[in-house]
């Protein structure tokens, strides 16, 4: 059993500083091109963007994702090593969405008429912005996979859920070119179901595909 042991441990190589973080690069990076390919192609920028990005609101929209986006990939770092529990990522998660959440309501307040307070919460998109969330991050959802295998998840469910996560929120801030809402109540319901549902799907999957 010694010689056995000692056979295995003979080639070992330590990891270089850095590698898994380059590892995550090389997986996000052509996962997003695609996602932002499906977006500008399948769907397009929204039309009036020129306008919009003269908008505080479309900053805070387009901010939101993005955040959450940080958040998942540094949780992703921890939970990809052995007993990595990236326990310290729900307070930021639910700090941003509360702001998000807060902002919305104080725009709901400002609301003129019952119709503009209908566009606020649920727009003309809010039946498929979830589904076009799922679908610009599919990519991802596959990078972040791929990026785990690769790495040596144990909570093989809880990677999965923070891959999903990760996916639906980069996927989310790319939509969020092309979304013509202004609502930011719109946002904090539409966007954050879609994510989640990115999520739910993650933690589904990770049981299975992520298991050594």
Known sequence: MDDFMDGLARDLRPVRKGALGK???????PSLALSAAFILLGHGLRPDISNAISLPVFWVKSAYPLLLS????????????????PVDAALPALIIYGLVFAIGVIQL??????EEYRKLVTGVSYWFCPLIIQASGAPLMAATFWFLRRGAPTHTRLAGLIAGLTAGSI??????WGCI??????VSLWYTLGIALSGLLGGMLGRSLLRW
Request: hydrophobic content about 55%; charged content about 10%.
């Open 171 to 176: 996927g989310a801030w790319v939509y969020s």
């Open 109 to 114: 307040n400002t609301a003129s008429s019952p």
């Open 70 to 85: 940080i958040v998942g990939v540094i949780a992703l770092m921890k939970v990809a090593r052995p007993g990595g529990r």
């Open 23 to 29: 590892l995550l690069v090389l997986a996000i990076l």
């Open 181 to 186: 809402e202004n609502g930011l109540t719109f």
